[in-house]
């Protein structure tokens, strides 16, 4: 097997006694997007730090590019980069200034930092807006300038921790595109979300982390398999016949029916699709009218949801940011 990205074994960090990430094993291989998929205080944040050498892990292994973080937390750092949750850049200089600062800290000279942050300023689509202030830029072009403060070196491995949180879809599209164009180039990404089409769309295999434990692994398509090979969505004309319907579905589907936020719609994971057409009959012939159905392949949301009990955007108890 060719040499893993990221390689873990028992990983643990804990706060007082709140076990934050709890005996993780990972083995994500170089190149393309791995996805760490999570609510709020699942763990990923703190698991990131620990990969990235910003906190020491309290129990088990890792190596990141085969170093281990403990031990060769130096080799790491000179490897990977981390763009945050928050800007990391300076709010008070123009972009440019942003990115010339920290070429030269990577040991640009004056005139290769100026080149270096013109390049990054043309691929991030912020030549225009270079020379103005970053406090000034709208939520997307912050998220861009980060990005690109992150790579003035390109690092072999990026992890990028809820990059597109608060993001309009405008500019969540146009990170997705910017994740996209570095793997291209070679980076590896690592990514956090609890943004379950983030995960769907840029990810080659994921990992879904809850209270600090792995509890899934695979392609999308591979977590959607695994709790059925399809779902059906019914959308009731009357709130007040709902719990009917779902009275009725779960008999004639032989499956849990569950209720959703929408007071009128109920889902259903299902492996004998057969059923389905018996089933809206039964609807049909009790008096039940019906405004809309589809069945298809589970959602990331609904895959996340039979795994662990709850939707991904519910925060769980474990807190994540204790550090």
Known sequence: MAELAIETHGLVKTYGETRAVDGIDLAIERGGVHGFLG???????TAIRMLATLIR???GT????????ARQADEVRS???LTGQFASVDEDLTGRENLRLIAKLYGFGGAGATKRANELLEAFGLAEAGDRVVKKYSGGMRRRIDIAASIVVTPELLFLDEP???????SRNEVWDIVRAMVDFGTTVMLTTQYLD????????ISVIDTGKIIAEGTATELKASVGSGTLH????DRDQRDNARSLLTRELDVPVDVTADPQALTAAIDDRGRVTRALTALDESGIGIAQFSLGQPSLDEVFLAL???AADEPTTQEEDAA
């Open 79 to 81: 490897r990977v980069s």
């Open 39 to 45: 609510p709020n205080g699942a763990g990923k944040t």
């Open 234 to 237: 019914v959308r009731v004309m």
């Open 62 to 69: 890792g190596t990141v590019l085969g170093y281990d973080i």
């Open 308 to 310: 662990t009990g709850h």
């Open 57 to 59: 892990a309290d129990a």
């Open 198 to 205: 983030e995960a769907d769309q840029l990810a080659d295999r």
């Open 164 to 170: 597109t949180t608060g993001l309009d879809p405008r």
